[in-house]
Every structure is written in structure tokens, then in C-alpha cells.
């Protein structure tokens, strides 16, 4: 099982960095009709109990995997699938 701490993109801290603020800029931007400050709380309190719930999946695994590797590897691949999802609905936040 990966560290806590690697990067599942396999880029560099310094990329990771750069994605991580330009998708934090997504959501300074304000879907149509929608009061700006609202929208972008809104969109901010989704990412961080994702991103939450991710951490927290991810540290169970770890503790876990010794004794059910299948089933980690299987809640693994949902994690990934959960946070590649949250990314693209992140892409798309303004559309």
C-alpha cells in the first residue's frame, strides 16, 4: 500500500500544488444566477467533506489491507473513481 502521502498522479508536489489552486480557482467562479459568496461556500464545503471523506477511506485501508487485501484494493479503486469524479464535476462548476 502507497504512503499517506504520495500523490496518486504520480506529479511532483510542485504540480500537484499548481492543479490543486488552479481547481480552487473554478470555484471563484459563479454559476449563472447564483449569489457568488453562496455559490463558492457551496462549492468549497462539497470539495473539503469529499476530500475528508477520501483521507478518512484512504487511512482505514491503510490499517486494514494487511488482513483483506481484495477488499482494500476494491474500496481503493472506488476512492479513486469518487475523487476522479468530484475533479471533473469540479471542471465543470461554472458550465
Same mark, same amino acid.
Given at each position: 500500500m502507497p504512503s499517506s502521502n504520495a500523490n496518486p498522479s504520480g506529479e511532483? !508536489? #510542485?504540480g500537484f500544488e *499548481? !492543479?490543486? *489552486? @488552479?481547481?480552487? +480557482?473554478l470555484l471563484k467562479v459563479t454559476p449563472p444566477g #447564483?449569489?457568488?459568496i453562496?455559490? @463558492?461556500h457551496l462549492?468549497?464545503?462539497?470539495v473539503l467533506y %469529499?476530500?475528508?471523506a477520501l483521507s478518512d477511506i484512504r487511512q482505514t485501508v @491503510? %490499517?486494514?489491507? #494487511?488482513?483483506a487485501p481484495v477488499a482494500a484494493h476494491r474500496v481503493m +479503486?472506488?476512492?479513486q473513481q469518487t475523487a476522479d469524479l468530484t475533479l471533473k464535476w469540479l471542471r465543470t462548476w461554472a458550465g
Open positions: 511532483s !508536489q #510542485d *499548481r !492543479q490543486a *489552486r @488552479e481547481l480552487a +480557482e #447564483d449569489h457568488p453562496v455559490a @463558492e462549492g468549497n464545503g462539497v %469529499i476530500a475528508g @491503510e %490499517i486494514h489491507h #494487511d488482513m +479503486e472506488y476512492t
